[in-house]
């Protein structure tokens, strides 16, 4: 839900606190010979010996670049600076992807220092058959990174192709690397305000893993008129034709006014680089020749003045809004749009800058879109875990307003699910809505049977009684296993609690008790059965439970003409062929009663 009222309101037309500037592809630029002038003995800028090194350095004066005003930059030693971050290992810095802001009179992979061949010998201090010594000088420190010295050397004279150094050498080797450290990276400032200069010289350059080459050059920033100003000095380089670029990048790719300098024209008739990737040739054959000046010059800018949304109004996170601004000819927005209107959809309040353009003059104004945050809604249950049948009470909790899913609105909510079930509530403060939802799991109650060896027992006999259906039980007469013998003395109900996990349920079985003081009683408990009656050849006895009974079978004047045993759930047949017709008496025994029933032979 959106806030009607909006958090704030913005001017229709931005007049002040914005940014004005040209892109610096608007630069204009000319190349003419000039004078490169005496060596900057200026303050060292970073270490005497630097390699992809980065130093920040302060301006002598506030100076505008792409329409931003800087009173520092970030100097690095492969040929560039930039207003704005660097690693020191960009060696293309306009073509690199995560560069802006940038100014490159020769962006390369540089060393600090010249790098020359010679004969070492031990215990000698005269270095011979150098390959060079152009761009050396009395004085210079030589870098003992090989361990040929005891300490670091200084040349002391310059012999032809022969140097001398106050240091023996500890080592014999033949046209060996000699590190120069002849270096520098200054910064100085000439002139009075309001027209100083702010100049960087890199002084005796060499490309990474080249030698025998120097390399001189500066970098000129002019106050108030912004100019910028290349300015090369003199040049040895190798024959090596690994290029640099060198020219000016604004805040993307996309801006950028960089020269391009092939085999068919010098550094004298460099042409403007059609693509950011397009470099200067650099060779012992194509090289800036002493004094060349490349001046880039700020075009005179008449900047747009944006019409901005009156007002803002709220959104909740998720929600999507439009921003729409007029007054310019194109816009370019901070999330890459370039179109008068954009769609948002932040999840915090987030402020998105657009950029007016008229032609390559610009005026940037930042739009902050408000965004509520959603409620916290939190669902709380007074079980999470049912029986079937039962119910449980839901609560919602983190708004004012809820309504739930297919049940009503009201803060709680009783339900009864039959099955396991998810419910959903929709909890709004006022202005934002939020869904939670909570899962009550349904477990089955059992459905507890019990299966009986007799529903009828003599007095002091017993019966099983056995439960089935769930996964534990627990009977009344204090029996927990599914099975509970017993032994009543009279008619008796029993009741087994069954039960799975929390859910139980209840199942009753009765069991009559018998005196048993006659054969019917007997029979009833045991399933006794004699027959057929009258009897013929054979007389069969069962017995369907019960314990082991004995029996005997007496004639009329009580002689035994049969006896035996006949075991519980059995048949006990007897053949009785050889029987005079009359009536007989068959007693039964078992532990704890005897019976008597007449049978007749036929």
């Not at 909740?316 to 000819?329: F, I």
């Not at 060896?453 to 099983?464: D, P, Q, R, Y």
């Not at 259906?469 to 069954?498: D, E, K, Q, R």
Request: glycine share 8%; with cysteine.
């Amino acid at each position: 839900m959106k806030n009607p009222i909006p958090l704030f309101c913005m001017l229709l037309t931005i007049l002040f606190s914005n940014k004005h500037y040209a892109q610096v592809s608007a630069y204009s630029f000319t190349q003419t010979l000039s004078n490169y002038g005496s060596a900057n003995n200026g303050s060292l800028v970073g270490s005497h010996f630097q390699d992809d090194d980065v130093t920040n350095v302060n301006l002598p004066f506030n100076f505008t670049y792409n329409g931003s005003t800087y009173s520092n930059v970030n100097v690095c030693s492969n040929g560039y600076l930039s207003f704005n971050g660097l690693t020191g290992t960009e060696y293309y810095a306009l073509s690199d992807m995560i560069t802006s802001e940038v100014i490159a009179p020769f962006s390369q992979d540089l060393f600090m220092g010249t790098v020359v061949q010679g004969d070492l010998s031990s215990g000698s201090n005269t270095i011979t058959n150098l390959s060079t010594t152009v761009g050396l000088s009395v004085g210079d420190s030589l870098g003992n990174f090989m361990g040929d010295f005891p300490l670091t050397p200084t040349i002391t004279a310059i012999i032809g192709n022969t140097i001398v150094v106050n240091l023996n050498a500890l080592n014999t080797s033949v046209a060996a690397d000699i590190f120069v450290m002849n270096g520098s990276l200054r910064q100085n400032v000439t002139g009075t305000a309001p027209n100083r200069v702010c100049e960087f010289e890199y002084r005796n350059m060499t490309r990474f893993s080249i030698s025998n080459e120097v390399i001189n050059f500066k970098v000129r920033l002019y106050e108030t008129t912004n100019t910028i100003e290349f300015l090369y000095g003199f040049m040895s380089p190798n024959i090596n034709g690994i290029p640099s670029e060198v020219g000016l990048k604004g805040s993307s790719s996309s801006d950028f006014n960089s020269r391009e300098v092939t085999s068919i024209n010098t550094w004298s008739t460099s042409t403007a680089a059609t693509s950011i990737g397009q470099v200067c040739d650099f060779s012992n054959s194509t090289y800036p020749v002493n004094g060349l000046s490349y001046v880039w010059t700020p075009s005179a800018c008449v900047s747009p003045n944006l019409v901005l949304p009156f007002l803002i109004p709220n959104i909740c996170a998720g929600e999507s809004a439009t921003l729409t601004v007029s007054g310019a000819s194109t816009y370019s927005w901070s999330n890459g749009s370039t179109s008068a209107s954009i769609v948002v959809s932040p999840s915090v309040s987030t402020t998105y800058t657009v950029t007016g353009f008229n032609g390559t003059c610009g005026t940037s104004a930042p739009l902050t879109q408000p965004v509520n945050a959603l409620p916290s809604i939190n669902v709380t249950s007074s079980a999470l875990q049912i029986c079937n049948g039962q119910s449980a009470t839901l609560t919602a909790n983190g708004a004012s307003t809820y309504t739930w899913v297919n049940s009503g609105a009201s803060q709680s909510i009783a339900v009864t699910p039959s099955t396991t079930t998810s419910y959903s509530v929709k909890g709004s403060d006022g202005f934002c809505e939020n869904i939670a939802s909570i899962t009550i799991t349904v477990n089955a109650v059992p459905s507890v049977s019990i299966a009986q060896t007799k529903t009828l027992i003599c007095k002091g006999n017993s019966a099983t009684l056995t439960a089935s259906g769930a996964t534990s039980y627990t009977w009344s007469n204090g029996t927990n296993n599914a099975s509970a013998v017993v032994s009543p003395t009279a008619n008796t109900v029993y009741t087994v609690t069954g039960a799975n996990g929390s859910c139980v349920s209840k199942k009753t079985a009765t069991l009559t008790v018998n005196n048993c003081t006659g054969l019917e009683d007997f029979a009833a408990e045991t399933g006794l059965n004699v027959y057929p009656n009258p009897f013929g050849d054979e007389l069969n006895i069962t017995i369907d439970s019960g314990a082991e009974l004995s029996y005997i079978l007496s004639d009329a004047l009580g002689k035994t003409v049969f006896s035996g045993t006949i075991n519980a759930s059995s048949k006990q047949t007897i053949q009785t062929n050889d029987l005079q017709a009359g009536l007989y008496i068959l007693t039964l025994h078992s532990d704890n009663n005897t019976m008597s029933k007449k049978i007749i032979k036929r």
